[in-house]
């Protein structure tokens, strides 16, 4: 059983340049979360998606957007970066019905904007 | 106000102690709990999670909800240094689509 995989690890950007972030989730799992955590801050909900649909959206302006694939994949884009961007940028998997509570992180996406 | 209140620490002790870390939440609807343990530069792993007041056990850690109270423990016991790290407590209204975490409390276990 594969675990929830993101990439890049690391992502060095600049003030108003977009960029794109992937996870793909553990195997059976359908539904994919993003979370965003800032230093020294626990994670905040950005959206959730389920059967490739937005599923519940945080409190995130529409710059930030995703995408999820047949299988099960995701991507976060973030256009118009801003340096509060700058975060820890975590995915998370699950399975349909399942609670919260078993969700699996990613060992996320470290994306600093200068 | 904040939905979920944890003091961020840090929070320094001997090998071998009890630690005891706590959150205190506002929203009466909150209805499962959950702590997560994270490691330095790496993502959340769940460590125990219950939807009743009351304790919950696992080997070393001890879960503890107080409904009335609005306030959720987790117990260490006999700490090891493996167990420095932040952890988080989350917390979930059934039928939501999110997690909502507290700030992170910064763990040091001192050999």
């Known amino acids: 059983e594969t675990g929830v995989t993101q990439s890049p690890t690391h992502l060095i950007k600049t003030r108003g340049q977009q960029v794109t972030l992937r996870c793909s989730s553990q195997s059976g799992h359908n539904t994919v979360s993003w979370y965003q955590q800032a230093l020294g801050q626990g994670p905040q909900f950005i959206f959730q998606?389920?059967?490739?649909?937005?599923?519940g959206r945080g409190n995130f302006p529409p710059r930030f957007s995703g995408l999820q694939f047949p299988n099960y994949s995701s991507e976060l884009n973030v256009n118009a970066l801003e340096l509060d961007d700058s975060a820890l940028y975590l995915c998370?998997?699950?399975?349909?019905?399942?609670?919260?509570?078993?969700?699996?992180f990613g060992p996320g996406t470290r994306l600093l904007v200068l | 106000q904040k939905e979920v209140e944890q003091d961020p620490g840090p929070l320094s002790v001997p090998e071998g102690a009890i630690v005891s870390l706590n959150c205190t939440y506002s929203?009466?609807?909150?209805?499962?709990f959950m702590w997560y343990r994270q490691y330095s530069r790496k993502g959340p792993e769940l460590l125990m999670y219950t939807y009743s007041s009351g304790n919950k056990e696992d080997g070393r850690f001890t879960a503890q909800v107080d409904k009335s109270s609005k306030y959720i423990s987790l117990f260490i016991r006999d700490s090891q240094p493996s167990d420095s790290a932040t952890y988080l407590c989350a917390i979930e209204v059934q039928g939501a689509q999110k997690l909502v975490f507290g700030q992170g409390t910064r763990l040091t276990i001192n050999p």
């Open positions: 929203n009466s609807a909150f209805q499962y």
């Open positions: 998370a998997s699950s399975s349909e019905g399942a609670g919260q509570e078993t969700q699996y």
């Open positions: 998606y389920y059967r490739e649909e937005e599923n």
